[in-house]
């Protein structure tokens, strides 16, 4: 603020200064043209005197040129008069004039009237001329008076304008004084009060280095008494230090590898239809291959390119497992990043690729070129190809042996030094650079090939098609060559810069060996920090350990009584269930045949009724009941017997009796319906155990949903964070320059007013001293 409050002084200065000089040549200006208006004035005066002197010497001519006209028409009537009076004397007069005399009368006549009348002629001519000038001179001074009468004018203006301008200026320069004034006063303030908090922090500063160096010595001494080597002292020993955690460096690097997988896998995408529409239009043109068949370089070729798939797609499976081990907890530079070897080894098995095709696509392009139809505009556009299939060759070739060199110190202790890593890293985004515009060249020369094949009569929609699609593939290469390009240029001080990474002591390299070795200790350092981290549990006195140890004893042992007791208390219960299942079942079954043995007894008596003719009798009907009813009770006896012989799944396998046969129907239908029963209520359990699958399903991938919108919200929320700390970083550096900017300008400003304050005061007692000086020659002259 300070710098532009001087900037615009010194630029009000520098214009008020301007306006000065500008306003003293103005005022000279109109200094010399109020004289020469004056001196046009006393001219205009001198020629109106003159004009006037003229108008008179005018009146007076014409005025003796009436008299004279009147003098003329005179003589010419007493002339008139006297040739008619001639007649009459020369009869009358005996002893008149001669004729002698009256011819010399006459021509005394003739003479002064010649004379007058060329006097007249004359005197008319004098006077138109007179009149012309005049008129002349006159409109000549108007035009001058006019002219001059503008230039006032305008000269007027002029001085009224600057005048403003300098009344402006005035109050602008009188209004910025008095702003740099109070500006300086309140910079006088703040220094005094920065100089009192500069003081305070001496104090302070003084204080802290008394207390640091006590700190000091009692470390050395302890350091010396306790510690029995400092390893920071061997280079083999420091570098096995785990460095300080950059985690701004690593969060850095997750995200720009990030990118660059992104970029990657828009590259593969566009080198995997390049190649497959290529192999697709080698079937097609110049043979059509379902018509017949192709030459053999291009059968070749294209089972060459048929495989291109296991050449691309490792690249991206190679950056995406680079990316996977760049984690906020490792330390990234060249020498612990092991997945950049697998990368390079990929991108050279692809470039080794490109070399294996390049003399087919070579090949394939000159069959091409000696096709009848060719025209020569084609050869030539296929001779372009060639160039440029051979440039993007050799550029992949640059490409493979910088990206070798950088997994280099991976793999081998002090393989490349830092500087060349640097430089390696340029050459590589001069690399990307150029492999951007070799693939726009072969984008164009295609794009031209294809509107020159399109001409062709021989041509099918199958080939315009597919060279449509190897034109789309192309653009999209180049569309992601440039990205890639723009990509690394704009991170290539992040790459070239130092990591911040080293261990104390000193910037050391660091082998492979001892990079997994650093790696191991911060792991082992991490999960140690975590362990002592974790709160301790409350301990518990001695005393009360020993009696809950009592306690715990005691019920221990009534533990293991109860269990045994509850054991024997289930299997009772569990055996209790079983009888009971089983003695309900048997309920059922002798209901049943009761009802069955009182059915049969009805039917019996109604037999016997219809046998004997009557109601049955008493007596009689006495012997054949007890017989039944012994039949009965045997039949009971022996179905009891069965029973209590068998289980409730042996119930089912006993032999049965002839006269029980009904009984195991029913039986088997009373186990049907309970099974049955059993089974509905096992598939009401299933269906709703399935609805109720389904509904936890529906609801899982709900949740699945939610979790992926979650995951893009973080990520989004995440990316807008690390904006955020990346403007407050540098809006903080911006703060901190433009506050020793402001220092700085402050400084300079407070130099600048006390130079302007000396100044000043050196004019005022200038000013002082000449006003002495005037005051003594004032009386002295008064004294005189």
């Known amino acids: 603020m300070a710098g532009d409050l001087q900037a615009k002084y010194s630029k009000l200065a520098q214009e008020y200064s301007k306006l000065r000089a500008q306003n003293q040549v103005l005022k000279k200006a109109v200094v010399d043209e109020q004289a020469s208006s004056t001196a046009l004035k006393d001219q205009v005066k001198q020629r109106e005197q003159s004009l006037r002197k003229a108008e008179q010497e005018m009146d007076s001519l014409s005025f003796r040129n009436q008299q004279l006209t009147r003098r003329v028409e005179l003589l010419q009537e007493e002339l008139s008069v006297g040739e008619a009076r001639g007649g009459g004397r020369k009869t009358k007069q005996g002893k008149g004039d001669s004729p002698s005399q009256q011819g010399q009368t006459q021509s005394v006549f003739d003479e002064d009237l010649q004379k007058k009348i060329e006097e007249n002629e004359r005197l008319h001519i004098q006077f138109y001329e007179a009149g012309e000038q005049h008129r002349h001179q006159l409109a000549q001074l108007e035009a001058l ?162 495989e291109n798939a296991a050449y691309v797609r490792p690249l991206e499976d190679g950056l995406l497992q680079l990316h996977h081990s760049i984690t906020e907890d490792t330390v990234t530079v060249l020498e612990t990043v092991g997945k950049l070897k697998e990368f390079a080894d990929h991108f050279s098995s692809y470039t080794h690729f490109l070399q294996k095709i390049l003399p087919y696509q070579l090949k394939s392009l000159q069959e091409e070129c000696e096709v009848s139809l060719c025209p020569p505009a084609l050869s030539s556009k296929n001779q372009d190809l060639q160039r440029d299939l051979t440039r993007v060759t050799a550029i992949f070739l640059k490409l493979q042996s910088y990206i070798t060199l950088l997994a280099l110190p991976s793999q081998r202790e002090q393989a490349v030094p830092q500087s060349s890593c640097s430089a390696a890293f340029t050459q590589l985004a001069a690399a990307l650079h150029s492999l951007h515009d070799a693939l726009q060249e072969l984008s164009q020369h295609y794009s031209q090939k294809a509107s020159l094949e399109e001409g062709l009569p021989s041509v099918s929609q199958k080939l315009r098609t597919t060279s449509e699609c190897l034109l789309s593939s192309l653009s999209s290469l180049t569309i992601t060559s440039s990205k890639v390009a723009t990509f690394f240029s704009n991170n290539l001080d992040f790459f070239t810069a130092s990591p911040g990474y080293g261990p104390k002591g000193g910037a050391c390299t660091l082998s492979p060996l001892q990079a997994e070795s650093m790696l191991g200790n911060k792991r082992r350092a991490a999960a140690y920090m975590l362990t002592i981290r974790k709160p301790r549990p409350e301990s518990v006195p001695y005393k009360e350990a020993l009696s809950n140890r009592h306690i715990l004893t005691s019920s221990t042992e009534s533990r293991e009584g109860l269990t045994q007791q509850v054991h024997q208390g289930q299997e009772k219960i569990a055996r209790l269930e079983q009888e009971k299942e089983h003695w309900l079942l048997e309920a059922q079954l002798g209901r049943v045949r009761l009802e069955k043995e009182n059915q049969r007894i009805s039917e019996l008596q109604a037999q016997l009724c219809s046998a004997l003719g009557g109601p049955a009798s008493g007596p009689p009907g006495t012997p054949g009941l007890g017989r039944q009813e012994e039949e009965e009770q045997e039949e009971k006896g022996a179905g009891r017997e069965a029973t209590l012989s068998t289980s409730l799944v042996g119930m089912l396998t006993t032999t049965p009796i002839n006269d029980e046969v009904g009984d195991e129907a029913s039986r088997e239908q009373l186990i049907k319906s309970h099974y049955m029963v059993r089974v509905s209520e096992l598939t009401s359990q299933l269906q709703l155990s399935d609805s109720k699958a389904v509904h936890l399903h529906a609801e899982c991938r709900a949740l699945a949903k939610r979790l992926a919108i979650a995951e893009k919200t973080r990520e989004a929320l995440a990316e807008e964070v690390r904006l955020a700390n990346q403007n407050i970083t540098r809006l903080q550096d911006e703060l901190s320059t433009t506050k020793r900017s402001y220092e700085e300008q402050l400084s300079m400003m407070s130099d600048h007013l006390c130079s302007m304050n000396e100044t000043l005061s050196k004019q005022r007692e200038e000013i002082d001293t000449l006003k002495l000086g005037n005051k003594g020659s004032t009386k002295k002259n008064k004294g005189r």
């Open 145 to 306: 008076v006019e002219e001059l009468q503008q230039e006032r004018e305008r000269a007027e203006a002029q001085l009224e304008g600057l005048s403003a301008r300098c009344a402006l200026g005035e109050d602008r320069l009188a209004q910025e004084t008095a702003r740099l004034e109070l500006r300086a006063h309140n910079l006088e303030r703040e220094a005094r009060e920065c100089r009192a908090r500069a003081e305070e922090c001496q104090q302070q500063l003084s204080g802290c280095q008394v207390e640091l160096s006590r700190q000091v010595q009692e470390n050395s001494s302890v350091i010396q008494e306790k510690v029995p080597f400092n390893d920071t002292q061997y280079h083999h020993f420091n570098s096995l230090n785990v460095p300080p955690h950059n985690r701004r460096h690593q969060l850095k690097a997750r995200d720009v590898a990030g990118q660059a997988l992104l970029l990657v896998k828009d590259l593969v995408a566009a080198l995997l239809n390049f190649h497959s529409y290529t192999e697709q239009r080698l079937h097609i043109y110049p043979l059509d291959s379902s018509i017949q068949p192709i030459s053999p370089l291009n059968q070749r070729f294209s089972l060459y390119l048929h």
